[in-house]
Nanobody
Framework: QVQLVESGGGLVQPGGSLRLSCAAS????????MAWYRQAPGKQRELVAI???????NYEDSVKGRFTISRDNARNTVYLQMNSLKPEDTAAYYC??????????????WGQGTQVTVSS
């Protein structure tokens, strides 16, 4: 059973910083990738950042240079450091884990989400 629990969301002023955490019930190295998604009201869920089991990272264009995804393998935790926050970053943020089976199917696992609100 896979369980992902996010924490660290809250209210922050524009230009401020916030760090989200995602604690996994098992080794995050058992997944091919860990990622953060976000969903704003009336919008589709979008990929924000992803880190592969090999440590490679990619980011959505609007957060490049501001957000950093990282992991602590010993603690089975992935983080999203968010700096220079903008009102447009306001959304529910979701932790995601991906595992690809030998036959090619990728399975997604999701946390419950944590709300980030950027407002003065």
């Amino acid at each position: 059973q896979v369980q992902l629990v996010e924490s660290g969301g809250g209210l922050v002023q524009p230009g401020g910083s916030l760090r989200l955490s995602c604690a996994a019930s098992g080794s995050i190295l058992s997944f091919n990738a860990m990622a953060w998604y976000r969903q704003a009201p009336g919008k589709q869920r979008e990929l924000v950042a992803i880190i592969t089991s090999g440590g490679n990272t990619n980011y959505e264009d609007s957060v490049k240079g501001r957000f950093t995804i990282s992991r602590d393998n010993a603690r089975n935790t992935v983080y999203l450091q968010m700096n220079s926050l903008k009102p447009e970053d306001t959304a529910a943020y979701y932790c995601n884990a991906k595992r690809t089976a030998n036959w090619g199917t990728t399975y997604d696992y999701w946390g419950q989400g944590t709300q980030v609100t950027v407002s003065s």
